[in-house]
Nanobody, 124 residues
Framework: QVQLVESGGGLVQAGGSLRLTCAAS????????VGWFRQAPGKEREFVAT????????YYVDSAKGRFTISRDNAKNTVYLQMSSLKPDDTAVYFC?????????????????WGQGTQVTVSS
């Protein structure tokens, strides 16, 4: 069983930066791929970024490429999402999720464990 807790969200002006943190419990977290997803009001949950079990592989939605960086520190059971050049369209609740598989996926239905989410609001 893995429990995930997100933090680091908040209110930021357009062009600013935030770093989201996903803290995990569980000894085998370092065997799981992790993804970040987001859900804006009135919209479906969408994929943002994913990282393999050892950090060796990452993948991003096109809108995040060049602005967001996903990373992990398995010694701390933590995954990060560094977000820069934020835009109002990035406003959403951001969720981290863990997948019982070594490798990345952009499909939400392939993730077993989910956090409660952290709100990111970008003002124009």
């Amino acid at each position: 069983q893995v429990q995930l807790v997100e933090s680091g969200g908040g209110l930021v002006q357009a062009g600013g930066s935030l770093r989201l943190t996903c803290a995990a419990s569980g000894r085998i977290f370092n065997t799981y791929a992790v993804g970040w997803f987001r859900q804006a009001p009135g919209k479906e949950r969408e994929f943002v970024a994913t990282i393999s079990y050892n950090g060796g592989s990452t993948y991003y939605v096109d809108s995040a490429k060049g602005r967001f960086t996903i990373s992990r520190d398995n010694a701390k059971n933590t995954v990060y999402l560094q977000m820069s050049s934020l835009k109002p369209d990035d406003t959403a609740v951001y969720f981290c999720a863990a997948r019982r598989n070594w490798y990345t996926s952009s499909r939400a239905d392939e993730y077993t464990y989910w956090g409660q989410g952290t709100q990111v609001t970008v003002s124009s």
